[in-house]
């Protein structure tokens, strides 16, 4: 029988598992009296232990005032969709079992009936559809007649040396056993890493669904990965991003630093529109066709740094490429009196204003997110007002501009705006809420403070962020806290719902998330400052948000933190229970980076070794840990021994491991055994050495990858986590707690 504390924290998991998020939104078509709009969602279905994902069709008037919805229709089974301009026609990508055997079909319907059904298996000419967020694409052509997406490479059957043959094969067996070689059945395939297991070589792949053919482009160099493809107005050209595998595949999630180009394919030939050197992404054509703009930074350096926006008119004969937005140090003055960090997000894959002179695009900054406006005949940059919330940009037609937006104490809706060019003094872009998130109980009670520090001491970067939420107040001492630094390093925490931490401070704690010095939103010398202080200036801001926190919220209790971190952030709380074994009375590690020296051969990301300082790294240029220096990963060249040894008990000494014999709390590992990114070795390696040293360990070893975000692992995971810190430092034993029961 479950214990009253485990009903408790499954009922609030239930309760706020009820809140769907809003994945996207698009707008189908702008009238004068009334607007489109079709809006993706996705829900946890507890009982089916997976995500659901279901879509809503709303009417707007002209002054954005919902007219209708639709009920929702379940489309969890589609893994890509589009429709033609007009709306006549929608293509929908799906997965299906038929004989015991799973096949991907492109289905094409019309307003009333499937029109035709490809089985992309049976026509055979490429692999499985790409579905993930860093190479896909999936749209019709400017006429409505043929749909572009990214597949992967067909390769040629394999064929042991020896196999009996039998006497009763068919023409079509025969023939396929002519066409396979012998001997390369077991021939490695290189991927391009965590989450993207599977993908070898992409390819470009045009579906005409006039002649019912497909087609893969040619011609693009064999040492590429081509993705991210649109259509061209003219019906002929494509554009796409393609990224350089050779001589090895380096991870692709959230490493926006691979070396890739822009690239034009167009009557069969492959063209680079942008500079050597550089990694891009996102390319996007205004809908006059004439200009295209996409991000850009220099290859190598910090996995998630700061980039640029880039402008190129497409039909100039000199095709100038220019700058609309640099690289940000630290800040830069906008208008409207604002500040600006540079840019660090996507582009939403329609971001331009009807007349092609205004681009619309969202950045974390600081510990938010926010939406801008773009000139590019001024370069100038206009923030959109807001308030505290977090506003990101999901689709724009017509003017007509569709938001997401979210805070922590209030899960994503669906919010849009009309712009016009007085927005362009003021950056006001009047909204309407279209949907609205249920109130979550006990929700009354709770509060979030956005707050800032700078230390007042020689360092060169002096500032960062953190982010409480918890309950307004208390009586003094009787609310236990717990600190979260998020992993990447180079990422942030926003003001965005999340699903874990509304847990927590349901069930009676504080939460602090920190946006230590490394952290994106922050300028790029802020990612940079990092690079050969990990384990130092992380952890020192960790501790000093800690502080801070008591001091400010007098409500908390400083007998009773805990620490709880993923990735470079479990990294983070292994090293803070070891640095300040006092302070921190229980520990929760997901995934925790434990021994750089002895995981960055193992990792998909070899490349980036943040226990280096730049010039180290410079010393150090021939070696796997170059590149956040910019320079080019190369394993070709070996350094002198005596080098080898040092880099290597650099990367040792400021690991965690180095801190193991001093950590007394309780701690609790939850390990992916299908982790690429930090291989489940390393959280083993600590568990082991907890024991060992009579600590109080526990771990979970679930068969998941990084995020450990599945279905039925996430729950688990969540569950578990809350209630170590429930038997650690327990909300009930303090008073004036606002807890739900």
């Known amino acids: 029988m479950a214990s009253p504390q485990v009903e408790k924290i499954v009922n609030l998991y239930r309760t706020l598992a009820r809140n769907p998020s809003l994945n996207g939104a698009k707008i189908l078509q702008v009238k004068q009296n009334e607007i489109s709009i079709l809006g993706g969602w996705s829900q946890r279905n507890l009982e089916r232990r997976m995500n659901q994902k279901f879509c809503q069709n709303y009417i707007l008037d002209s002054k954005l005032q919902l007219l209708s919805e639709s009920f929702p229709?379940?489309?969890?089974?589609?893994?890509?969709?589009?429709?033609t301009e007009d709306e006549q026609?929608?293509?929908?990508?799906?997965?299906?079992?038929?004989?015991?055997?799973?096949?991907?079909f492109i289905e094409i319907w019309d307003k009333h009936k499937l029109v035709k059904n490809y089985d992309l298996a049976v026509l055979d000419v490429h692999g499985d559809v790409y579905t993930d967020s860093e190479f896909s694409s999936f749209e019709w052509s400017p006429n409505q007649t043929k749909i572009l997406y990214i597949?992967?490479?067909?390769?040629?059957?394999?064929?042991?040396?020896?196999?009996?043959?039998?006497?009763?094969?068919?023409?079509?067996?025969?023939?396929?056993?002519?066409?396979?070689?012998?001997?390369?059945?077991?021939?490695?395939?290189?991927h391009w890493g965590e989450q993207l297991v599977g993908k070898h070589k992409p390819v470009v792949a045009v579906l005409d669904t006039t002649t019912d053919t497909i087609s893969v482009l040619s011609n693009i160099p064999d040492e590429l990965s081509p993705g991210q493809v649109l259509w061209m107005n003219d019906n002929q050209g494509i554009i796409g991003v393609a990224w350089k595998h050779e001589p090895r595949h380096l991870g692709l999630i959230a490493c926006t630093n691979r070396l890739s180009w822009i690239f034009l394919w167009k009557n069969g030939e492959f063209k680079k529109l942008s500079s050597d050197g550089c990694a891009v992404r996102c390319p996007r054509l205004s809908p006059n066709g004439k200009n295209l703009i996409w991000l850009e930074r220099e290859a190598g350096g910090a996995h998630n740094n700061a980039h640029r926006l880039m402008h190129l008119d497409i039909e100039s004969k000199k095709q100038m490429v220019n700058i609309l937005i640099d690289i940000v140090p630290t800040s830069i003055a906008i208008k409207n009196s604002k500040q600006f960090y540079g840019l660090y997000g996507r582009l939403s894959r329609r971001c331009w204003s009807d007349d092609s002179e205004y681009i619309f695009l969202s950045t974390p900054q600081q510990n938010n997110i926010r939406s801008y406006i773009v000139d590019i005949k001024a370069k100038a940059v206009i923030e959109i007002l807001n308030d505290k919330s977090s506003l990101t940009i999901l689709d724009v037609k017509n003017d007509v501009i569709a938001f997401l937006q979210t805070s922590l104490l209030d899960p994503t809706v669906l919010v849009v705006g009309k712009f016009d060019t007085k927005a362009i003094d003021d950056g006001g872009i009047p909204r309407s809420k279209i949907t609205t998130s249920t109130t979550i109980p006990g929700s009354e009670n709770l509060m979030y403070d956005l707050c800032d520090y700078d230390y007042d001491n020689s360092d060169d970067i002096k500032h960062f962020n953190y982010i409480y939420f918890g309950p307004k107040g208390g009586d003094d001492k009787s609310v236990p806290l717990?600190?979260?630094?998020?992993?990447?390093?180079?990422?942030?925490?926003?003001?965005?719902?999340?699903?874990?931490?509304?847990?927590?401070?349901?069930?009676?704690?504080?939460?602090?998330?920190?946006?230590?010095?490394?952290s994106a939103g922050m300028g790029s010398k802020n990612v940079e400052y990092l690079q050969g202080n990990v384990g130092n200036v992380d952890v020192q801001d960790c501790v000093t948000a800690t502080k801070e926190a008591l001091k400010r919220y007098p409500w908390l209790n400083p007998d009773q933190i805990g620490i709880t971190g993923g990735s470079h952030g479990g990294f983070l709380v292994t090293h803070l229970s070891g640095q300040h074994p006092d302070l921190y009375k229980v520990v929760v590690a997901r995934n925790p980076v434990?021994?750089?020296?002895?995981?960055?051969?193992?990792?998909?990301i070899p490349d980036c070794r943040n226990a280096l300082t730049k010039e180290e790294k410079i010393k150090y240029h021939h070696d796997v840990c170059s590149a956040e220096a910019n320079y080019h990963f190369d394993e070709s060249k070996l350094l002198p021994e005596e080098a080898q040894v040092e880099m290597v008990v650099k990367m040792?000494?400021?690991?965690?491991?180095?801190?193991?014999?001093?950590?007394?709390?309780?701690?609790?590992?939850?390990?992916?055994?299908?982790?690429?990114?930090?291989?489940?070795?390393?959280g083993k390696l600590w568990y082991q050495r907890l024991k060992a040293n009579n600590v109080k360990t526990?771990?979970?070893?679930?068969?998941?990858?990084?995020?450990?975000?599945?279905?039925?692992?996430e729950i688990d995971n969540v569950i578990n986590t809350c209630l170590w810190l429930h038997e650690h430092i327990s909300p009930e034993k303090s008073e004036g707690v606002n807890s739900q029961e």
């Open 482 to 518: 717990i600190i979260t630094p998020h992993g990447g390093p180079h990422m942030n925490y926003a003001n965005q719902f999340v699903l874990d931490y509304y847990l927590f401070v349901l069930s009676g704690f504080a939460v602090v998330q920190v946006n230590y010095r490394g």
């Open 89 to 104: 026609r929608r293509a929908v990508l799906r997965q299906a079992t038929v004989d015991n055997t799973t096949k991907q």
């Open 73 to 83: 229709i379940d489309i969890t089974t589609e893994l890509l969709s589009a429709s």
């Open 652 to 682: 040792f000494k400021c690991s965690p491991i180095i801190h193991v014999g001093k950590v007394k709390a309780p701690t609790l590992l939850c390990i992916g055994s299908n982790d690429l990114r930090v291989p489940p070795s390393q």
């Open 151 to 190: 597949a992967e490479k067909k390769l040629p059957k394999s064929k042991p040396f020896y196999k009996q043959k039998s006497l009763n094969s068919e023409d079509k067996d025969k023939k396929e056993e002519n066409e396979a070689s012998a001997g390369n059945e077991y021939l490695y395939k290189a």
């Open 594 to 604: 434990i021994d750089i020296a002895a995981m960055f051969t193992i990792s998909d």
């Open 698 to 713: 526990k771990l979970l070893l679930y068969e998941d990858n990084h995020p450990l975000a599945t279905g039925p692992v």
